[in-house]
């Protein structure tokens, strides 16, 4: 069984960085997998909306506009974990983060929610001016 567990989030102000981890288990992550693994996030009132994601083996990378050039996804494959560092921190990136993965992938969209079967928790950032 696929499971996900978000660790990282914190309260910080505008302008900082956190990073945020998604601990993997259950499935090989890497090279030569078929698979794309996402961040995602739900603010307060909103729905949840796509931030970043990854195919196998970290190829290629997407983001949404919005964290462009602030956010960064990668993948470490010997520790079997994903992560999302976030730099230069906005009070409008508050939100719960989720980590998620689509196994297999069917070469939709990443920021197509149906696709990622496997969903952790949760882990919540928030950030003030």
């Known amino acids: 069984q696929v499971q996900l567990v978000e660790s990282g989030g914190d309260s910080m102000q505008a302008g900082g960085s956190l990073r945020l981890s998604c601990a993997t288990s259950?499935?090989?992550?890497?090279?030569?997998?078929?698979?794309?693994l996402g961040w995602f996030r739900r603010a307060p009132g909103k729905e949840r909306e796509g931030v970043a994601g990854l195919s196998a083996g970290g190829v290629v990378t997407w983001y949404t506009d919005s964290v462009k050039g602030r956010f960064t996804i990668s993948q470490d494959n010997a520790k079997k974990t994903l992560y999302l560092q976030m730099n230069s921190l906005k009070p409008e990136d508050t939100a719960m983060y989720f980590c998620a993965a689509a196994i297999p992938w069917t070469a939709g969209s990443w920021l197509r929610e149906n696709q990622y079967n496997y969903w952790g928790q949760g882990t919540q950032v928030t950030v003030s001016s």
């Open positions: 259950g499935y090989r992550f890497g090279p030569g997998t078929n698979y794309i």
